[in-house]
T-cell receptor, first 112, second 114 residues
Framework: NAGVTQTPKFQVLKTGQSMTLQCAQD?????MSWYRQDPGMGLRLIHY???????DQGEVPNGYNVSRSTTEDFPLRLLSAAPSQTSVYFC???????????FGPGTRLTVT | QQQVKQSPQSLIVQKGGIPIINCAYE??????FPWYQQFPGKGPALLIA?????SEKKEGRFTISFNKSAKQFSLHIMDSQPGDSATYFC?????????????FGKGTKLTVNP
């Protein structure tokens, strides 16, 4: 099993550009989630999904969109990037509750 | 409002020492309290989790102590090793009901010197 994979590993965007961070898992997990990690801030939940077709907002959802059309994939969309979205983004998945999750390797995003 | 407060921000111990990381929470609705370990350049990994009706849980050299009345919990690492050097995050989870919640502390960077 590859576990949780994220692409790209690094990305630089200009303010106002859009992009999609990809996340996939091959463990048949129902729960998937996105976090951002900023220095001195810990991790903050952006959006999560408890199954295909079901998503919900986390702590910091503004500026991000998600959808879950398959069990395996959970992409995160930035519609109009802002410098405040410069961060490391982690995707995670689990069979059950959010906290029992496996994290991906992360995507480092810089918005200039 | 910070829902989970973690201290200290950084901690340095000698090999064999017992580092202790503390966390406090406000919302009594939280029903699981996990700890994560993160090495540089990697995603966090779940170490151990405890329910609020349990006062202590051990997994290997890692122990969580939980004080429900004080709304505090802590992580102890017995016989710490240089390989334990990492950033540790506590968190509080709400798993019941229609909307899940998971909030993290800000992290503690642990350095174990040989």
């Amino acid at each position: 099993n590859a576990g949780v994979t994220q692409t790209p590993k690094f990305q630089v965007l200009k303010t106002g550009q859009s992009m999609t961070l990809q996340c996939a898992q091959d463990m048949n997990h129902e729960y998937m989630s996105w976090y951002r990690q900023d220095p001195g801030m810990g991790l903050r939940l952006i959006h999560y999904s408890v199954g295909a077709g079901i998503t919900d907002q986390g702590e910091v959802p503004n500026g991000y969109n998600v959808s879950r059309s398959t069990t395996e994939d959970f992409p995160l969309r930035l519609l109009s990037a802002a410098p405040s979205q410069t961060s490391v983004y982690f995707c995670a998945s689990s069979y059950g509750p959010l906290y029992e999750q496996y994290f991906g390797p992360g995507t480092r995003l810089t918005v200039t | 409002q910070q829902q989970v407060k973690q201290s200290p921000q950084s901690l340095i111990v000698q090999k064999g020492g017992i580092p202790i990381i503390n966390c406090a929470y406000e919302n009594t609705a939280f029903d699981y309290f996990p700890w994560y370990q993160q090495f540089p350049g990697k995603g966090p990994a779940l170490l151990i989790a405890i329910r609020p009706d349990v006062s202590e849980k051990k997994e290997g050299r890692f122990t969580i102590s939980f004080n429900k009345s004080a709304k505090q919990f802590s992580l102890h690492i017995m016989d710490s090793q240089p390989g334990d050097s990492a950033t540790y995050f506590c968190a509080a989870s709400l798993t019941r009901g229609g909307s899940e919640k998971l909030v993290f502390g800000k992290g503690t960077k642990l350095t174990v010197n040989p």
